[in-house]
T-cell receptor, first 113, second 110 residues
Framework: DVKVTQSSRYLVKRTGEKVFLECVQDMDHENMFWYRQDPGLGLRLIYFSYDVKMKEKGDIPEGYSVSREKKERFSLILESASTNQTSMYLC????????????FGPGTRLTVL | EDKVVQSPLSLVVHEGDTVTLNCSYEVTNFRSLLWYKQEKKAPTFLFMLTSSGIEKKSGRLSSILDKKELFSILNITATQTGDSAIYLCAAFQGAQKLVFGQGTRLTINP
């Protein structure tokens, strides 16, 4: 079974703090994705990566950056957290660029006060 | 602009009812349509549809795609309380990314 894990289920941070969200997959997948999920808006793609050290902007990259130093790990960074970044963050992975199905982690619910 | 629209956004039915969830899409270089079920945590994969008119079935769930009219439906028959969840529809497009709809929150009352 594919396993995608995220470092925290719940996180509370203060405005202006630097926040790191970690995602790890154990199936040697090439592609990894970060989404945020908000009521009424569905999942929106923040960043994705097709390979180590590669990254592509998604639909809403502003205020975020990412890092992929190892194939199995994809980090989402909020350089200076703001209250409008309070959300559920979901990480996903897929085997290759030719694979449509993505496998999701359990999510991190981030609250920025 | 690529978009996926689901309807209804919320649905409450009684156990045993049959429900139909709708998904329409407009994406560049469409490749496939995916359905996911999300309970309290990670969305779990249900179906991937690439061809029009071919029904995919898994137990009480089934789905079909119409590439001419650009929509898909997800049917659930003889609903159970365990079917309560958010159902997500997503279209895979040419830039190799999924575009998600808003989700339909389905509640099954006993």
């Amino acid at each position: 079974d594919v396993k995608v894990t995220q470092s925290s289920r719940y996180l509370v941070k203060r405005t202006g703090e630097k926040v790191f969200l970690e995602c790890v997959q154990d199936m040697d997948h090439e592609n990894m994705f970060w989404y945020r999920q908000d009521p009424g808006l569905g999942l929106r793609l923040i960043y994705f990566s097709y390979d180590v050290k590669m990254k592509e902007k998604g639909d809403i990259p502003e205020g975020y950056s990412v890092s992929r130093e190892k194939k199995e790990r994809f980090s989402l960074i909020l350089e200076s957290a703001s209250t409008n970044q309070t959300s559920m963050y979901l990480c996903a992975s897929s085997p290759t660029a030719r694979t449509d199905t993505q496998y999701f982690g359990p999510g991190t619910r981030l609250t920025v006060l | 602009e690529d978009k996926v629209v689901q309807s209804p956004l919320s649905l409450v039915v009684h156990e045993g009812d049959t429900v139909t969830l709708n998904c329409s899409y407009e994406v560049t270089n469409f490749r496939s349509l995916l359905w996911y079920k999300q309970e309290k945590k990670a969305p779990t994969f249900l179906f991937m549809l690439t061809s029009s008119g071919i029904e995919k079935k898994s137990g009480r769930l089934s789905s079909i795609l119409d590439k001419k009219e650009l929509f898909s439906i997800l049917n659930i028959t003889a609903t159970q309380t365990g079917d309560s969840a958010i159902y997500l529809c997503a279209a895979f497009q040419g830039a190799q990314k999924l575009v998600f709809g808003q989700g339909t929150r389905l509640t099954i009352n006993p």
